[in-house]
Protein backbone atom coordinates (compact mmCIF):
# COMPACT_ATOMS: atom_id res chain seq x y z
CA UNK A 1 0.00 0.00 0.00
CA UNK A 2 2.43 2.23 0.53
CA UNK A 3 4.41 2.23 -3.18
CA UNK A 4 0.86 2.63 -3.97
CA UNK A 5 0.37 5.32 -2.08
CA UNK A 6 4.10 6.62 -3.23
CA UNK A 7 2.85 6.01 -7.60
CA UNK A 8 -0.06 7.76 -6.66
CA UNK A 9 1.55 10.76 -5.32
CA UNK A 10 4.46 10.58 -8.38
CA UNK A 11 2.19 10.10 -11.27
CA UNK A 12 -1.45 11.71 -10.19
CA UNK A 13 0.26 14.95 -7.82
CA UNK A 14 -1.89 16.92 -9.86
CA UNK A 15 -5.65 15.04 -8.69
CA UNK A 16 -5.38 15.69 -4.68
CA UNK A 17 -8.64 13.89 -4.48
CA UNK A 18 -7.01 10.39 -6.02
CA UNK A 19 -4.46 10.69 -3.04
CA UNK A 20 -6.79 11.73 -0.45
CA UNK A 21 -8.78 8.49 -1.42
CA UNK A 22 -5.28 6.60 -1.60
CA UNK A 23 -4.25 7.81 1.80
CA UNK A 24 -7.69 7.10 3.25
CA UNK A 25 -7.52 3.46 2.59
CA UNK A 26 -4.21 3.66 3.62
CA UNK A 27 -5.22 4.69 6.90
CA UNK A 28 -7.89 2.52 7.14
CA UNK A 29 -5.66 -0.06 6.43
CA UNK A 30 -3.30 1.00 9.35
CA UNK A 31 -6.08 1.00 11.79
CA UNK A 32 -7.47 -2.67 10.69
CA UNK A 33 -3.58 -4.37 11.45
CA UNK A 34 -3.28 -2.48 14.60
CA UNK A 35 -1.26 0.85 13.37
CA UNK A 36 -3.18 2.71 14.84
CA UNK A 37 -0.74 5.84 16.05
CA UNK A 38 0.70 6.17 12.23
CA UNK A 39 -3.28 5.84 10.98
CA UNK A 40 -4.47 8.68 13.37
CA UNK A 41 -1.79 11.14 12.52
CA UNK A 42 -2.52 10.52 8.77
CA UNK A 43 -6.22 10.66 8.87
CA UNK A 44 -6.24 14.12 11.03
CA UNK A 45 -3.71 15.22 7.77
CA UNK A 46 -6.61 14.15 5.53
CA UNK A 47 -9.17 16.05 7.50
CA UNK A 48 -6.91 19.12 8.00
CA UNK A 49 -6.21 19.04 3.92
CA UNK A 50 -9.83 18.43 2.91
CA UNK A 51 -10.76 21.60 4.90
CA UNK A 52 -8.22 23.72 3.54
CA UNK A 53 -9.63 22.04 -0.40
CA UNK A 54 -12.95 21.64 -0.10
CA UNK A 55 -14.51 23.77 3.68
CA UNK A 56 -16.05 22.04 6.43
CA UNK A 57 -19.15 21.82 5.42
CA UNK A 58 -18.35 19.40 2.12
CA UNK A 59 -19.58 16.08 2.12
CA UNK A 60 -15.79 14.22 1.74
CA UNK A 61 -14.35 16.45 4.54
CA UNK A 62 -17.29 15.42 7.12
CA UNK A 63 -16.70 12.11 6.08
CA UNK A 64 -12.88 12.42 6.70
CA UNK A 65 -13.82 13.93 10.29
CA UNK A 66 -16.11 11.32 11.02
CA UNK A 67 -13.43 8.39 10.02
CA UNK A 68 -11.11 10.41 12.44
CA UNK A 69 -13.62 10.46 14.82
CA UNK A 70 -14.51 6.36 14.81
CA UNK A 71 -10.67 5.77 15.24
CA UNK A 72 -10.20 7.98 18.00
CA UNK A 73 -13.21 6.59 19.90
CA UNK A 74 -11.81 2.68 18.97
CA UNK A 75 -8.76 3.75 20.70
CA UNK A 76 -10.53 5.03 23.43
CA UNK A 77 -9.10 9.12 22.87
CA UNK A 78 -12.46 10.09 24.05
CA UNK A 79 -11.53 13.78 25.12
CA UNK A 80 -10.06 14.50 21.73
CA UNK A 81 -13.16 12.35 19.96
CA UNK A 82 -15.19 14.83 22.14
CA UNK A 83 -13.64 18.01 20.67
CA UNK A 84 -14.15 17.25 17.08
CA UNK A 85 -17.67 15.65 17.21
CA UNK A 86 -18.32 19.03 19.11
CA UNK A 87 -16.71 21.11 16.65
CA UNK A 88 -18.11 18.81 13.67
CA UNK A 89 -21.58 17.53 14.79
CA UNK A 90 -23.32 21.39 14.30
CA UNK A 91 -21.34 21.24 10.58
CA UNK A 92 -23.05 17.92 9.76
CA UNK A 93 -26.35 18.50 11.15
CA UNK A 94 -26.55 21.86 8.83
CA UNK A 95 -25.02 20.28 5.69
CA UNK A 96 -26.57 17.08 5.70
CA UNK A 97 -29.53 16.79 7.94
CA UNK A 98 -30.44 15.00 11.11
CA UNK A 99 -31.48 11.75 9.09
CA UNK A 100 -27.88 11.20 7.11
CA UNK A 101 -26.15 8.25 7.75
CA UNK A 102 -23.24 10.61 8.45
CA UNK A 103 -24.84 12.58 11.00
CA UNK A 104 -26.02 9.51 12.68
CA UNK A 105 -22.94 8.25 12.93
CA UNK A 106 -21.19 11.32 14.56
CA UNK A 107 -24.69 10.97 17.16
CA UNK A 108 -23.55 7.27 17.99
CA UNK A 109 -20.01 8.13 18.36
CA UNK A 110 -21.48 11.08 20.60
CA UNK A 111 -23.05 8.62 22.59
CA UNK A 112 -20.21 6.14 22.95
CA UNK A 113 -17.67 8.97 23.99
CA UNK A 114 -20.41 9.64 26.91
CA UNK A 115 -20.90 6.26 28.33
CA UNK A 116 -17.65 4.47 27.28
CA UNK A 117 -15.37 7.04 29.54
CA UNK A 118 -14.47 5.14 32.55
CA UNK A 119 -15.11 8.20 34.16
CA UNK A 120 -18.58 8.34 33.21
CA UNK A 121 -21.42 9.88 35.17
CA UNK A 122 -24.31 9.03 36.02
CA UNK A 123 -25.96 11.87 33.74
CA UNK A 124 -23.64 11.25 31.17
CA UNK A 125 -24.69 7.73 30.54
CA UNK A 126 -28.18 9.10 30.66
CA UNK A 127 -27.57 11.20 28.24
CA UNK A 128 -25.82 8.32 25.87
CA UNK A 129 -28.93 6.81 26.20
CA UNK A 130 -31.23 9.58 25.03
CA UNK A 131 -29.08 10.27 22.19
CA UNK A 132 -29.12 6.49 21.14
CA UNK A 133 -32.88 6.07 21.62
CA UNK A 134 -32.77 8.90 18.51
CA UNK A 135 -30.45 7.23 16.71
CA UNK A 136 -32.32 4.05 16.52
CA UNK A 137 -35.64 5.81 15.86
CA UNK A 138 -34.10 7.67 13.12
CA UNK A 139 -32.39 4.36 11.43
CA UNK A 140 -35.11 2.56 12.09
CA UNK A 141 -37.35 5.25 9.97
CA UNK A 142 -34.72 6.50 7.24
CA UNK A 143 -32.79 2.78 6.70
CA UNK A 144 -35.95 0.26 8.21
CA UNK A 145 -35.10 -2.16 10.91
CA UNK A 146 -33.38 -4.77 8.92
CA UNK A 147 -30.28 -2.46 8.01
CA UNK A 148 -26.99 -3.59 9.96
CA UNK A 149 -26.80 0.23 11.44
CA UNK A 150 -30.44 -0.18 13.03
CA UNK A 151 -28.77 -3.14 13.67
CA UNK A 152 -25.39 -1.67 15.62
CA UNK A 153 -27.49 1.40 17.01
CA UNK A 154 -29.95 -0.97 18.92
CA UNK A 155 -26.92 -2.95 20.34
CA UNK A 156 -25.26 0.42 22.07
CA UNK A 157 -28.15 1.56 22.99
CA UNK A 158 -28.67 -1.73 25.09
CA UNK A 159 -25.14 -1.39 26.52
CA UNK A 160 -26.51 2.29 27.39
CA UNK A 161 -29.17 1.23 28.88
CA UNK A 162 -27.15 -2.02 30.66
CA UNK A 163 -24.24 0.65 32.64
CA UNK A 164 -26.97 2.81 33.55
CA UNK A 165 -28.71 0.09 35.13
CA UNK A 166 -25.71 -1.32 37.07
CA UNK A 167 -24.88 2.52 37.96
Not at 118 to 144: K, N, W
Request: with cysteine.
Amino acid sequence: LEAALALNRRYWSHDEQTILAAQGNYASCLANIGRTDEALVLERAMYERRVDLQGVAHGDTLLAALNHVILLVTVRRFRAAKELIRKQLPIALEALGADHDHTLKFQKNRAMVLYEDPAASRDSVMQARDIMEDVLQRRRRVFGPAHPETHIAGAFLAEAREKLAAM
